[in-house]
């Protein structure tokens, strides 16, 4: 199965609090069902800087409704998802960004110079230790099985 990784606390924001939208420099094709890789490496300033642009896009209350970085789960897959669609980045030569034409996606996690992987169906699984890649990677857990239902 194809795995996505990233770092905490953008997981936690996908799986509690609403993010439907995993931003990414690169562009993909692929469609279809993901595991949520959350990566070892986390700097507690880069940890400090995304809660605190959570909290200054007014996706969540406070600051203290994410958990602590020693709380959070790294190092393995956290959940799975599907990529439904891609948003793609806003530019001065495309205009605004059309993030709104994705009525179920709340255009406020979308970092508009970035292409916006829109998520469906996400579901946290039991953590598994497994190591991460860059990109789209192959990872199997066992028990998980490649499709499911929401």
């Known amino acids: 199965?194809?795995?996505?990784s990233g770092r905490?606390?953008?997981?936690?924001?996908?799986?509690?609090?609403?993010?439907r939208v995993e931003n990414r420099v690169w562009n993909t094709s692929y469609r279809g069902p993901i595991l949520l890789?959350?990566?070892k490496g986390c700097t507690r300033d880069e940890f400090c800087g995304a809660v605190e642009w959570m909290k200054d896009a007014g996706v969540i209350e406070s600051v203290w409704n994410v958990p602590t970085l020693a709380r959070m789960?790294?190092?393995g897959?956290?959940?799975?998802a599907r990529i439904v669609d891609v948003i793609?980045?806003?530019?001065?030569?495309?205009g605004p960004c059309n993030c709104a034409r994705h009525c179920e996606v709340d255009g406020r996690w979308h970092m508009h110079d970035q292409y916006g992987f829109v998520l469906a169906d996400v579901e946290?699984?039991?953590f598994f230790a497994c190591a991460g890649s860059l990109g789209l990677?192959?990872?199997e857990v066992p028990g998980i099985a490649e499709t499911h239902e929401p």
Not at 8 to 19: D, T, V
Not at 77 to 80: D, T
Not at 88 to 94: F, G, K, L, V
């Open 1 to 4: 199965m194809k795995a996505l």
């Open 8 to 19: 905490q606390p953008w997981w936690w924001a996908i799986l509690n609090a609403g993010k």
């Open 37 to 39: 890789h959350a990566a």
């Open 73 to 75: 789960q790294r190092g």
């Open 77 to 80: 897959i956290v959940g799975r």
């Open 88 to 94: 793609p980045p806003a530019s001065s030569d495309t």
């Open 124 to 126: 946290p699984l039991p």
């Open 137 to 139: 990677f192959a990872c």
